[in-house]
């Protein structure tokens, strides 16, 4: 088998393995953000990052949240990593937006942060200050889920279906689910371009 059809057919098997109730434990949480005038705010690092961006765009334009990424800012986030370090530069941005218990952190990671293994401390520092502040806390992530699967009120982890495609798909997959997430029909707020042009 080429690679073409493995990467492809691992694809459809994380389909069939990920986690529906999950999927809506996510929605439910979207969902009672806005509700209560929350914000929501997207963390990611490399692949991760663009995503995060991405799914800011999202979910204000098409979902009607209030949504940032710590990331979009990328004068404010290396004066915090020059000046404090990278473990806290999340942490200090949340802190300088003023998040409390009516916003939502939204994790896109392939591992989810590891303190042990020294990987992606700035997300864990970050949702250890989520959690100081009462912060609801949801995940997209890949692996075993990692700290972000620990804490999360809600998280969705890309089920492993070969070792050699971990992150390929995990950050495949965080597209996938967050674009299901803003056009259920209990996020969604505005019609999609396309869809609403010839429709």
Known sequence: MGHVERYLEEAAEVIVRLDRAAIAGIVRLVVATRDRGGRLFVLGVGGSAANASHAVNDFRKIAGL??????????????????????????????????????LLLVLSVGGGNRALNISTNLVRALEY??????????????????????????????????????AHAEAFQAVVWHLVVTHPDVQRVATKWESACG
């Not at 949504?67 to 300088?96: H, K, M, Q």
């Not at 075993?144 to 070792?163: F, H, K, L, N, R």
């Open 66 to 103: 209030e949504v940032y990424a710590p990331t979009d800012n990328v004068s404010e986030l290396t004066a915090r990593i020059n000046d404090d370090g990278w473990d806290t530069a999340f942490a200090g941005w949340l802190a300088g937006s003023r998040l409390d218990a009516k916003d």
């Open 130 to 167: 989520g959690r100081e502040v009462g912060a609801s806390i949801c995940g997209i992530v890949g692996r075993d889920g990692g700290y972000t699967a620990e804490v999360a009120d809600a998280c969705v982890i890309v089920p492993t279906v070969s070792d050699k495609s971990v992150t």
